[in-house]
Antibody
Framework: QAQLVESGGGLVKPGGSLRLSCAAS????????MIWIRQAPGKGLEWVSY????????NYAVSVKGRLTISRDNAKNSLYLQMNSLRAEDTAVYYC????????????WGQGTLVTVSS | EIVMTQSPATLFVSPGERATLSCRAS??????LAWYQQKPGQAPRLLIY???TRATGIPARFSGSGSGTEFTLTISSLQSEDFAVYYC??????????FGQGTKLEI
């Protein structure tokens, strides 16, 4: 059974940094695209970033480009999101999810980790 | 960017009734459309992909239809555990992947 477990969320001041992790198990991690999606309190879902199975290709939502960096370590079955220059509007639950290709649904999601940006 | 629009925002139904949720794309997404269910405090769960294929373990009372720009999620006989928020998402033209704003099913 596939499992994704996020960690690293917390309270950070505006302008600060945070690194989220997503630990994968129960499937061949290196076969899958990985995605970060976020959900602000009481709001809908917003795609944040994706990374290809090899890590060669990445892309970002306009709202986070230049501030957030996605990466992965296939040897450790782990996905990361380095978050710099954080703003209040980045406050959200951050989910990691997997997809078999870029043109595929997100078939497994983690439980999410809350990031709060506040002074 | 493809804009996904769901209607209605809230749908009031009774257990045992049929629920029909709509999703419209601002341009064609072919059949690259997924539906997710989200319960309070939980992560979204994939229900339907390819516009009409049920994901593993999803009960047959959930069905999806449509292609191009108009899509429908139907729940044939609502159970108590089906009251949740439902999102559609296109994965045809990306980036960005885009979601609808959600439809909340309420008793």
């Amino acid at each position: 059974q596939a499992q994704l477990v996020e960690s690293g969320g917390g309270l950070v001041k505006p302008g600060g940094s945070l690194r989220l992790s997503c630990a994968a198990s129960g499937f061949t991690f290196s076969d899958y695209y990985m995605i970060w999606i976020r959900q602000a309190p009481g709001k809908g879902l917003e795609w944040v970033s994706y990374i290809s199975s090899s890590g060669s290709y990445t892309n970002y939502a306009v709202s986070v480009k230049g501030r957030l960096t996605i990466s992965r370590d296939n040897a450790k079955n782990s996905l990361y999101l380095q978050m710099n220059s954080l703003r209040a509007e980045d406050t959200a639950v951050y989910y990691c999810a997997r997809a078999v290709t870029g043109t595929a649904p997100f078939d497994y999601w983690g439980q999410g980790t809350l990031v709060t940006v506040s002074s | 960017e493809i804009v996904m629009t769901q209607s209605p925002a809230t749908l009031f139904v009774s257990p045992g009734e049929r629920a029909t949720l709509s999703c419209r794309a601002s341009q064609s997404v072919n059949s690259n459309l997924a539906w997710y269910q989200q319960k309070p405090g939980q992560a979204p769960r994939l229900l339907i992909y390819g516009a009409s294929t049920r994901a593993t373990g999803i009960p047959a009372r959930f069905s999806g239809s449509g292609s191009g720009t108009e899509f429908t999620l139907t729940i044939s006989s609502l159970q108590s555990e089906d009251f949740a928020v439902y999102y559609c998402q296109q994965y045809n033209n990306w980036p960005p992947y885009t979601f609808g704003q959600g439809t909340k099913l309420e008793i």
